[in-house]
């Protein structure tokens, strides 16, 4: 199985700060890998797949880069309701993983 | 616009079985090329993929998980099942459906979500 590591596992920012997230995987994944963006109580919601492509309706403050195993989203003037929990995934085999996540908090 | 929906119970024994069903909206289960798929969520974690199956009825499982889980797929219905067999604390979840518009695609629309609590 692919292991999916995210650092940091949270971190603290203001709005209007730029967030990076990484995501590294444990083997190559070309650019098979999404971000999801998961607020409590809700499911995950696609904000960026194939590593770089922005989902139908996702603000372009949001950007992701990367391929093989080094993977990064990053937020650009982070807004009030950017406040949440990130997770990568792949999907370029079979068993698909996410990782383990990275909470976005109010500083 | 797509939309998915689970049903099935909220407590379920040590031991047992669980049952879940994914209702889709909006939209034909056999059309294109989505993939429909289980994810879990314990309470305070991360996300785990539990499987996938096609319209045709071909399933993908995640191995960790494999030897008790079905899934199911009823196309006069337009939904699509979860069967989790011995059941024990380490299961208990929030259980999301999902699809993914492709094989190996990542998943665009996601159910709400059900808290499943295994416990006596």
């Not at chain 1, 098979?32 to 904000?47: E, I, M």
């Not at chain 2, 030897?67 to 939904?79: A, E, F, G, L, P």
């Amino acid at each position: 199985d692919i292991q999916m590591t995210q650092s940091p596992p949270s971190v603290s920012a203001s709005v209007g700060d730029r967030v990076t997230i990484t995501c590294r995987a444990s083997q190559g994944v070309s650019n098979w890998l999404a971000w999801y963006q998961q607020k409590p109580g809700k499911a995950p919601q696609l904000l960026i797949y194939t590593a770089s492509t922005l989902q139908s309706g996702v603000p372009s403050r949001f950007s992701g880069s990367g391929s093989g195993t080094d993977f990064t989203l990053t937020i650009s003037n982070l807004q009030p309701e950017d406040f949440a929990t990130y997770y990568c995934q792949q999907t370029n085999s079979l068993p698909l993983t996410f990782g383990g996540g990275t909470k976005v908090e109010i500083k | 616009q797509l939309q998915l929906q689970e049903s099935g119970p909220g407590l379920v024994k040590p031991s047992e079985t669980l049952s879940l069903i994914c209702i889709v909206s909006g939209g034909s289960i056999s059309s294109g090329t989505s993939y429909w798929g289980w994810i879990r969520q314990p309470p305070g974690r991360g996300l785990e993929w539990i499987g996938n199956i096609y319209h045709s009825g071909s399933t993908y499982y995640n191995t960790s998980l494999q030897s008790r889980v079905t899934i199911s797929v009823d196309t006069s219905k337009n939904q699509f099942s979860l069967k989790l067999s011995s059941l024990t604390a380490a299961d208990t979840a929030v259980y999301y459906c999902a699809r993914a518009w492709g094989w190996l695609r990542p998943y665009d629309y996601w159910g709400q979500g059900t808290l499943v609590t295994v416990s006596s």
